[in-house]
């Protein structure tokens, strides 16, 4: 479940991503919206990461 979780945070950080390149700079305050939820889902991503770092040697041992 971690896994698809995972996944979907690196979907999702496309996505923000695509949109923030989309507003430019002809809408920066959506653009600095992105850009603030892109950095809440690469932290989400990356503690995932970390999460599943931790739990894989204990499944193979």
Avoid: C, N, W
Avoid at 5 to 22: F, G, H, K, N, T
Avoid at 32 to 61: F, N, T, V, W, Y
């Amino acid at each position: 479940m971690i896994r698809e979780d995972l996944v979907a945070e690196r979907i999702a950080i496309e996505s923000y991503a695509e949109m923030a390149r989309y507003f430019g700079d002809r809408d920066p305050t959506s653009r600095r919206l992105m850009e603030e939820i892109l950095a809440k889902e690469e932290e989400h991503a990356a503690d995932l990461s970390r999460l599943l770092e931790q739990l894989e040697p204990a499944a193979k041992g």
